[in-house]
């Protein structure tokens, strides 16, 4: 795994690719963030953006959200997907609010994921961007880029956010979660664009992966060498000879993940 110096310095490269890296859905209160993530989970922001506006004008507040219910709630958040339980786990934290915070967002890690529908990263989400308490969310985004460069190691979230938080002063907590978020979106996809990617000469799946196709297929054909990268993905194209050549790290099973 890669020093604190040295996790710092990628970063810094990735921020010059995503400057200005912030968290995408639309939101104005604590309040309004909270739903929004939780919307989020197994759909996209650009989904919730969507649906929000018309859901916070109707619930402006938790004590709104608090006295509704499923049957009226599901089908103005069916589009984002698994509605149902999104649907009990908003009502479940509107009154949660109410009745144990007077309806404000709490600034605790420890009290939000007391909530219903809220873990860790949902958490920590609202914490950074909305309450201004540094937290490191990390969704697979940031689980597969951070695991792929090899500023962490572990499958678990949990486990690689406090591997960056350890390599990282507090300020720049939230900001590198967006990064790598922005950077697994866009560059450092399940099947990654590594060509456009400016910290590649320092990635471990770049190193041990990519460039071993690469001259692999270089020798048998050199035209073949270019399209590469676009074709590999985690798990692809790999084989049993190169998880014995990597000598099976957990990096690189991570990484392939």
């Known amino acids: 795994m890669k020093t604190p110096r040295e996790t710092r310095e990628i970063l810094d490269r990735l921020e010059t690719q995503h400057p200005g890296a912030d968290t995408e859905l639309h939101y104005r209160t604590p309040y309004e963030l909270l739903v929004a993530t939780i919307l989020s989970a197994q759909s996209t922001d650009a989904r919730v953006n969507l649906v929000t506006p018309a859901l ?3 619930y402006p507040d938790a004590h709104a959200l608090a006295k509704a219910t499923t049957k009226k709630l599901e089908p103005q958040i069916h589009s984002t997907g698994f509605y ?3 649907s009990k786990a908003l009502l479940g934290m ?3 609010l109410v ?3 007077g309806g404000a967002v709490p600034a605790s890690m420890d009290a939000l994921v007391a909530l219903p529908g809220v873990g860790r990263k949902t958490a920590n989400v609202v ?3 909305a309450l201004g308490v540094p937290g490191l969310p990390v969704d697979r985004h940031v689980l597969r880029v951070a695991n792929r460069i ?3 190691e572990s499958d678990d979230p949990v486990v690689v956010e406090q591997q960056l938080c350890d390599a990282l002063p507090e300020e720049r907590w939230t900001r590198t979660s967006d990064t790598l978020i922005l950077h697994g979106r866009r560059i450092c996809r399940p099947r990654p664009l590594c060509d456009q990617c400016v910290v590649r000469d320092a990635c471990d799946f770049y190193r041990t992966v990519v460039a071993r196709e690469r001259g692999r297929a270089t020798t048998k054909d050199p035209a073949s060498a270019r399209s590469v990268s676009s ?3 985690p798990g692809k194209r790999t084989g049993r000879k190169d998880r ?3 000598g099976g790290s957990k990096r690189v099973r991570a990484a392939r993940r």
């Open 84 to 86: 149902r339980a999104k």
């Open 127 to 129: 914490l950074g961007h």
């Open 56 to 58: 916070f004008k109707r």
């Open 231 to 233: 074709r590999l993905g």
């Open 244 to 246: 014995k050549a990597s």
């Open 94 to 96: 509107a009154q949660a």
């Open 99 to 101: 009745a144990t915070h």
């Open 150 to 152: 090899g500023i962490a």
